[in-house]
T-cell receptor, first 115, second 114 residues
Framework: AQTVTQSQPEMSVQEAETVTLSCTYD???????LFWYKQPPSRQMILVIR??????QNATENRFSVNFQKAAKSFSLKISDSQLGDAAMYFC????????????FGTGTRLTIIP | SQTIHQWPATLVQPVGSPLSLECTVE??????LYWYRQAAGRGLQLLFY??????ISSEVPQNLSASRPQDRQFILSSKKLLLSDSSFYLC?????????????FGPGTRLTVL
């Protein structure tokens, strides 16, 4: 079974600075998808960014980018120019390419933005 | 565009009472549907998923059940609630044949069992 580990329960960053959230996963599969979700205080889960394992190029969405290291099974999220609205819980998630598309989530990292 | 609705938003129920949480999706057909549970300060745990009407798979044996009476309707139920059922419940959908099959979540239901 796949597992996802987020080793940083809490992180903080100064507004306008850059922060990196860590995520590692364990799988025996070669093809899969990885996601970062954001959960603000409203608790609505919002997809931030996604990555296909077969793609070597790191995904980027505006201020959000990932550092995907397949061999190391690492999938970190970098937030540039942090804004107050980025404050939230961030969850890393894994999905197998085969079978039902169920997500396996990490335990999350709470990100605080310091004004 | 697609939207997903959940209701109620909050619910307080006594131990031993029944439960029915509803999730509906608009703007798409034949979605995969999912029920997750999230304990306070924790990640999401998949409870049930469905790939079609009447097709339900359970991930975690427990006091809950799920049904899919219509294509875009997913219901989470219990005959008798336990204190341990208190949690935040999220419904999600994904589109078949979408490139990433990413899941989109509803606003959630906060359930408190007293």
């Amino acid at each position: 079974a796949q597992t996802v580990t987020q080793s940083q329960p809490e992180m903080s960053v100064q507004e306008a600075e850059t922060v990196t959230l860590s995520c590692t996963y364990d799988t025996s599969e070669s093809d899969y998808y990885l996601f970062w979700y954001k959960q603000p205080p409203s608790r609505q889960m919002i997809l931030v960014i996604r990555q296909e394992a077969y793609k070597q190029q790191n995904a980027t969405e505006n201020r959000f980018s990932v550092n995907f290291q397949k061999a190391a099974k690492s999938f970190s999220l970098k937030i540039s120019d942090s804004q107050l609205g980025d404050a939230a819980m961030y969850f890393c998630a894994y999905r197998s390419q085969s079978g039902v598309e169920k997500l396996t989530f990490g335990t999350g990292t709470r990100l605080t933005i310091i004004p | 565009s697609q939207t997903i609705h959940q209701w109620p938003a909050t619910l307080v129920q006594p131990v031993g009472s029944p439960l029915s949480l509803e999730c509906t999706v608009e703007g798409t057909s034949n979605p995969n549907l999912y029920w997750y549970r999230q304990a306070a300060g924790r990640g999401l745990q998949l409870l049930f998923y469905s790939v079609g009407i009447g097709q339900i798979s359970s991930e975690v044996p427990q006091n809950l059940s799920a049904s899919r009476p219509q294509d875009r309707q997913f219901i989470l139920s219990s005959k008798k609630l336990l204190l341990s059922d208190s949690s935040f419940y999220l419904c999600a959908w994904s589109a078949l044949a979408a490139p990433y099959n990413e899941q989109f979540f509803g606003p959630g239901t906060r359930l408190t069992v007293l």
